[in-house]
């Protein structure tokens, strides 16, 4: 781990204190400038350090080492994104008003249609790696990773992080996950409980991207 990559490790410690700083001066002197700075402490100021962090170092789909000489991109954008892991909450008031939630993931750099309708409860790990199509329709405790982590035999571990894709006018039924590489078609109809594994496409048995090294990596 690098040292770029240790600084980063304290950013949800730095989110946290910053995200108390902000309610203390909003509570103190409530008004709309105080409000508009609670706002961009919260939900701006992450996805704008995460797109400074990617145009000094480019993230590369793939398989990356998180551990090992050199800066790891995507590990410094994990960290970015613990702070809303360890306070869901904050997502899922954005869930509440039609179109917000779509809005900030496109802040983060993904790619999402119109008229997605998101619960409130489910779970999106890698807010900058998704590509969803118009008018899909997510149940319940969904999971979207676009990362699966392995342990190596001889210590250390590795990444594979590639992007979630999912057509338009799909349904994905409640408590299904879907892993980094793997595609839903449009129009597709996922079953509660499915699981869409790494690099798979739903509804056939052939995977994206049958690359050796990757074949390894399934989702736990």
């Not at 995200?19 to 402490?41: C, E, K, Q, R």
């Not at 119109?114 to 969904?142: A, H, K, Q």
Request: charged share 15%; hydrophobic share 50%.
């Amino acid at each position: 781990m690098t040292p770029a990559d240790r600084i980063f490790s304290y950013f949800p410690l730095m989110m946290t204190a910053a995200a108390f700083w902000s309610l203390g001066v909003f509570a103190a002197w409530p008004s709309l400038w105080t409000g508009l700075l609670l706002v961009f402490v919260l939900y701006l100021f992450p996805p704008i350090v995460l797109r400074i962090v990617f145009r000094w170092a480019p993230l590369k789909h793939g398989i990356a080492c998180i551990d090992g000489r050199a800066f790891c991109p995507w590990l410094a954008s994990h960290h970015i994104q613990a702070f809303y892991d360890a306070q869901p909450y904050l997502e899922s008031l954005l869930r509440v008003i039609p179109g917000f939630y779509s809005l900030w993931l496109r802040m983060w750099g993904s790619r999402v249609g119109y008229g997605v309708e998101w619960p409130v409860r489910m779970d999106v790990l890698d807010r900058n790696l998704m590509d969803i199509g118009n008018r899909v329709v997510f149940s319940r405790e969904v999971e979207l990773s676009a990362h699966v982590r392995q342990k190596l035999d001889g210590g250390g571990s590795r990444v594979l992080v590639r992007p979630v894709r999912i057509g338009s006018y799909a349904f994905v039924g409640a408590g299904a996950r879907v892993g980094p590489g793997a595609a839903i078609p449009s129009n597709a109809s996922v079953p509660m409980a499915t699981v869409v594994d790494v690099n798979e496409t739903f509804g056939e048995t052939r995977r994206l991207h049958p690359e050796r090294e990757e074949a390894a990596f399934a989702l736990g």
